[in-house]
Nanobody, 123 residues
Framework: QVQLVESGGGLVQAGGSLRLSCAAS????????MGWFRQAPGKEREFVAG????????YYADSVKGRFTCSRDGAKNTIYLQMNSLKPEDTAVYHC????????????????WGKGTLVTVSE
């Protein structure tokens, strides 16, 4: 199985930046498509950003395009989410996810999840 550990969450003012990290272990990293999802209180988990197995292609939700950047470092078995121009509506628990059996960027298509890290954006 895959173990995923997120870090980097915290409290930031609107307009600020944060960088999340997710370290993966347990499977060959290059066989995993990796992504970020978030879940705000009372809402369903939603896709934020993801990378293909090689990192050559990235995918973003419309709500974060132009503000967030997802990347991966194969040497460190780690993916990142650089979040700029943060808004209060970005407040959520951010989960790292890995997938190896499907291709869709939806929660039920991912195979393994991290516990999440809380991002809070104040006015």
């Amino acid at each position: 199985q895959v173990q995923l550990v997120e870090s980097g969450g915290g409290l930031v003012q609107a307009g600020g930046s944060l960088r999340l990290s997710c370290a993966a272990s347990g499977r060959t990293f290059s066989n995993l498509r990796m992504g970020w999802f978030r879940q705000a209180p009372g809402k369903e988990r939603e896709f934020v950003a993801g990378t293909s197995r090689t990192g050559g292609t990235t995918y973003y939700a419309d709500s974060v395009k132009g503000r967030f950047t997802c990347s991966r470092d194969g040497a460190k078995n780690t993916i990142y989410l650089q979040m700029n121009s943060l808004k209060p509506e970005d407040t959520a628990v951010y989960h790292c996810a890995a997938g190896w059996t499907a291709s869709a960027w939806i929660a039920r298509a991912m195979d393994c999840w991290g516990k999440g890290t809380l991002v809070t954006v104040s006015e």
